[in-house]
């Protein structure tokens, strides 16, 4: 039989929850409440767009130019994205996950990365899909099964869905006080601005408000915390339903984006991309900034695990 373009399907259930986790990418295909789509979903038989729903590893974002410079040795990984000639969401998006366990409510899918050019570490990485009456947990496990210390960073990259419309129609709230000034042309980092210091109708998200033609594709930190450490992303429609998405303190970092593919175009702000990152844009530079970016360094042997939740709102 015919394997489907994006992978094995494994389709997970638990109350009203129900997603589909497709193996290329380890990617979330799918994820609905009672019928109600809480991602931007795509058909199994289709190359999956972009990095909708995919696993980013062995880093988020990007590496300005594909070049860094990593216990003194200077490296070049390929450029994906050429139009800004950066290498963007590391190195298993395309990679197609086994299965290692399943039941009804859960998958775990595993793969590794192997050495190569630019990037010569062994990283084992397992994932786990769980579904409960929660919402949808992912976590993800790194491991260098390398002789060396690597560097790492990941995340997801959901388009969350509120209801009916497109994202100009939502409301948005985002707890964070400081985000990462970009240059306009290539998105590559400045620095941390306090989100109400330049453009704060841009950029301030602390009090829930519509998100109406406001552009965004940037990363956000200085995330306020509930009482059990997680930051939450919450995006309503204008009944007051829609979906959140929480993490802990594994994921310092988040990037948003409003996915602004020119008008007339597929998925043109249809969904609201909100990706948790262990590291902020070009953490595998990190020496290079005035701020903390995060990159995680994977002794031989180590492991690393972070997690998200993606829920309804009623």
Known sequence: MRTLLSGTQHALRAGDYEAVIASVGATLRSLTFDGRDLTVPFDADEVRPSYRGATLAPWPNRVVDGRYTFAGVERQ??????????ALHGLGSWLDYEAIDKGPSHVTLAAAIEPQTGY????????TFALDADGLTQTV???NESPDTAPWGTGPHPYLVAGPGHVDDWTLELPAADVLAVTPD???PIGLRAVDADDPDRFDFRTARQIRTVE?????????????G???????????????????GACPWVQVH????GVGKPGHRTGLAVEPMTCAPDAFNADAYDYDAG????????SSAASWRISAIQ
């Not at 997680?230 to 802990?248: C, I, L, N, P, Q």
């Not at 990159?295 to 180590?302: C, D, N, R, S, T």
């Open 77 to 86: 990984v390929a450029l994906t994205e050429p139009a800004r000639h950066h």
């Open 216 to 228: 965004l594709d940037h990363a956000y930190t200085s995330l306020t915390r509930d009482a059990e």
């Open 120 to 127: 010569p570490w062994r990283i084992l990485i397992e994932t």
């Open 295 to 302: 990159l995680i360094v994977l002794e031989p042997g180590a």
């Open 186 to 188: 290539r998105l590559s």
């Open 141 to 143: 496990t790194a491991t």
């Open 230 to 248: 997680f930051a939450v992303v919450r995006v309503t429609d204008a009944a007051g339903s829609g979906v959140e998405m929480a993490w802990g």
């Open 258 to 261: 409003t996915s602004d593919k």
